[in-house]
């Protein structure tokens, strides 16, 4: 099958052996996959990770259980053991013998083929068309924070950081009715919050007030814990999604002044980011830039990095 793996570096293979399934998993043909920050980071080198990278796609089970072959699925990245005390206790995205497809211990989804645990796939209602089903996966991230962080219309909320991410993340918290502000640096997804009708504010005209009940950090950067830092109040909440290769930690002794809480947030509920895309709660049209065939993956990976570029697709199985 067709692939793009990463061992030391990035490249395409025309004839890379296709998966196994092992008992319980499907193999799902996939239709579109997504380029995200993650990814990027896993190329300088996160999680140590060698193979094919990618785990947010949309695509059709062709083997596995007669119940899924044919449908056409979104597959949660958390393939988890069922048995040790985090699974037990109904944190399994914590299981602690868990693998993570495209990012930990398990092939991705650049590929014509990828395995994933039956138990982690969700069917695509068809009003959902392909280009928005991709993005389900980091519309559950953005979900989790509202899971994890109670917000409502008293809120005051900032995003920092409009890229790919943070504006699902606003479009997500805009249906609290909070009183949200995105900043970022990038003129353009300035002007799709703004579209959006929610306020936008760049970086550098920003006011340090220390006025934010949450501000949830998603530059991708270490800076934007500072940034944070200068907009949450005292006793606030930083939500924190960046992952990066290498970061620093800041100085804590402004989160022990200031009494911040401090919620790392990562994975989020499948079924909460279908629905909201069925009820056209998020727009994800505006956000796809270019589309490249697998073949041209490495263009792909370039062209994510542009930030004029919001989400570049692979297109593997397109239909
Ligand atoms: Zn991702
Ligand atoms: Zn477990």
């Not at 930990?104 to 068809?126: K, Q, S, T, Y």
């Not at 109670?150 to 249906?175: E, F």
Request: with cysteine; hydrophobic share 40%.
């Amino acid at each position: 099958m067709r692939a793009i793996t990463f061992i030391e570096k990035l490249r395409f293979e025309p004839d890379h052996p296709e998966p196994m399934p092992t008992e319980g998993e499907c193999i799902v043909k996939v239709r579109l996959a997504g380029i995200c920050s993650t990814d990027h980071e896993i190329v300088k080198g996160y999680m140590g990770f060698r193979g094919i990278p990618g785990h947010e796609m949309v695509g059709d089970v062709v083997k596995g259980s007669p119940e899924w072959v044919g449908k056409r699925v979104v597959a949660e990245i958390n393939c988890v053991c069922k048995t040790c005390d985090m699974c037990q206790a109904g944190l399994s995205s914590h299981c602690r013998k868990r693998t993570v497809v495209g990012i930990a211990g398990r092939d991705g989804c650049f590929a014509d083929l990828v395995a994933v645990p039956e138990h982690n796939l969700h069917e695509v209602p068809e009003t959902i068309p392909d280009e928005s089903a991709v993005f389900v996966e980091p519309i559950a991230a953005a979900c989790q924070i509202i899971q994890q962080v109670s917000i409502d219309h008293r809120s005051n909320v900032v995003v920092v950081g409009s890229g790919r991410l943070g504006l699902l993340i606003a479009q997500v918290l805009a249906k609290t009715g909070c009183k949200l502000e995105v900043v970022g640096r990038n003129p353009k997804t300035l002007l799709f919050c703004e579209k959006k009708r929610i306020r936008s504010t760049s970086v550098e005209s920003l006011i340090p007030r220390n006025d934010r009940d949450v501000v949830v950090e998603c530059t991708g950067s270490p800076q934007g814990f500072d940034i944070a830092l200068s907009l949450v109040r005292p006793r606030g909440t930083i939500v924190l999604k960046s992952t990066y290769a290498d970061g620093t930690i800041p100085n804590p002794a402004a989160i022990v002044i200031n009494e911040i809480n401090v919620v790392g947030s990562r994975c989020g509920p499948f079924p909460d980011a279908i629905n909201a895309l069925a009820r056209r709660d998020i727009d994800v049209s505006p956000m796809v830039a270019r589309s490249f065939p697998i073949e041209r993956g490495l263009e792909a990976f370039q062209a994510s990095r542009q930030p004029e570029n919001i989400k570049v697709l692979l297109k593997i199985n397109p239909r």
